[in-house]
Each structure stands twice: as C-alpha cells, then as structure tokens.
C-alpha cells in the first residue's frame, strides 16, 4: 500500500513540475494543424483551432510517419512523434476553398519543417495562403534553389520577396516563424532566433484568405510539392513577440495542456521520462 501511495505521490509530482515548467499555447490561432492530433486521418487534416473544419489531400496523401524529431538549438529531442512526409510529386494537402477564411492585417505564420531531399520537379513548394482568385493578397512559402526559404507576400497589385536567410538543410528539422505588423515590419524566425527584418505590408483584413495548400503555392502547382515533412502549422492574426513564440516552442516539446483542454500527458511518457 505504502509503495503504491509512493508511486502515485512521485507521478503527481512528476506532472506538477513538468506543468508547471512548460506553458500553454498562445491562444487564439485561426489556423492550426498538428499531424499529433488529427482525428480525421487519413481523410483530412483537421483544423485544431476554434472555427474548426479541416483540409483534404489535394491529390495524393502525404504519409503519416512517426520518428525522431531534434532541434538542439531550442531544446527539442522528441523520440517518437508523428509528422506528415511527401514522397512523391502531387502529394500535398489543400483545399480551393477553405471555410471558414483567414482574416488577417497582423499576423503569424510558425511551421515545424523538414526538408528530405532534392527536388520532385523544378522547386520545391512549401506553403500557400491566397485569395480566390489568386493573386490580390497573400503568402507563397518555397525553395527555386538551393536550401534558403524564399517567401512571397501579395498585397494589392504588389508582389513583395522577402529575403528570409531560413536555411533549409536536408535532413534537419525546423522551427520557422514569420510574423507582420501591418505597414509596420515583418520578422523571421528560425529555431527561436530572429534572422531576418523587412518593411511591413498594408494587408486588407477585408479581403479573406480562401486558398490553403500544404506542400504547395496553389492547388494549381500540385505536382510542384515539396520533398519534405511537416508536423506542426499555425496562423495567427496578430503578430505574436519573440517571447510568444519561445512559449509555443516549449508548450509542444514539453507537457503542455493542449487547446481542447486535455492534459498532454499518458502512463507512457511518464514511464519514458525515467
């Protein structure tokens, strides 16, 4: 009895302390995915934030995996998680027309990314966030070239590059953050360190972003994708600091209490953790 009450009283504290050492999400995301959480497999990839809904593979599935992921530089070493990994060209995840839209003048774009390899065809395509039709305002996240993250954000008539000196190496997971005040700057984040300081953009929070794809600029450039995984997307609309985003770097490393209030936290990892 007494060695039970002992264990039980050691778990309790185990789950204090790691509570207590590791925050929350920032809430208020319009736009979440994490392949950890997605009961929707393999049909769709659910929407984790408030509006809810989910986005289908545009052609072929990306698979899901599970394995190491390892970012010394902020911390992480998870052992065993899952992330979605595209092996082929046209696998990718993305809807024509996501309800609900993305409303946004401030903002923040935060992704966990792993580049696998060369290119399927000519670049490789990570992320699009647009209009319907394309083109009068938002985001095209890519590589023409190399390892180094290009980023395009339309506002308007204008067609603005942003020079982010995001490193993508092959094989090496990472923690990518954008985020924009309106007309005031935009700052990139790589693993929790600021690397890149633009010109803000005057976004219209009028004009709803209704075209997602994952692994894409568009669902017109499918067979573009990128060879790589992603486990983890988020938008917001404001721009979250640094301090912020260094929160949500700890609350999904660690044991976190996750948006639909439940504890982060099974009899597995517990037994892991000693």
Known sequence: MRKTISILGTTFFLVTICLAAHADIVPGAVFYLDARDNPTHPDAWTNLAEDGGSIPPMAL??????????????????????YYTSRKSAEMYGTQAWNPPL?????????????????FREEHQLLGINTLPEGRQGFRLGIRGGDTLGIGIYHGNADMGIASNVRLEEGVWNWVALTGEDKKEILVYQNGKRVSQQAGVD?????????????????????????G????????????SQNELEQNINAWSGLAVQPDSKLAITWGMLKASR
Do not use: H
Not at 67 to 73: E, Q
Not at 215 to 225: L, V
């Open 61 to 82: 599935k990306p698979a899901l995996e599970e394995g190491p992921i390892k970012i010394p530089d902020i911390g992480f070493n998870e052992r065993k998680t899952k």
């Open 229 to 240: 995984s992603f486990a983890l997307i988020r938008v917001y609309d404001k721009a979250l």
């Open 103 to 119: 409303s946004l003048d401030d903002w923040t774009i935060e992704f966990l990314v792993r580049r696998n390899g060369d290119l």
């Open 203 to 227: 976004f219209d929070k009028k004009i709803p972003l209704r075209v997602i794809t994952i692994g894409s600029f568009s669902p017109g450039e499918k067979n573009r994708n990128f060879n």
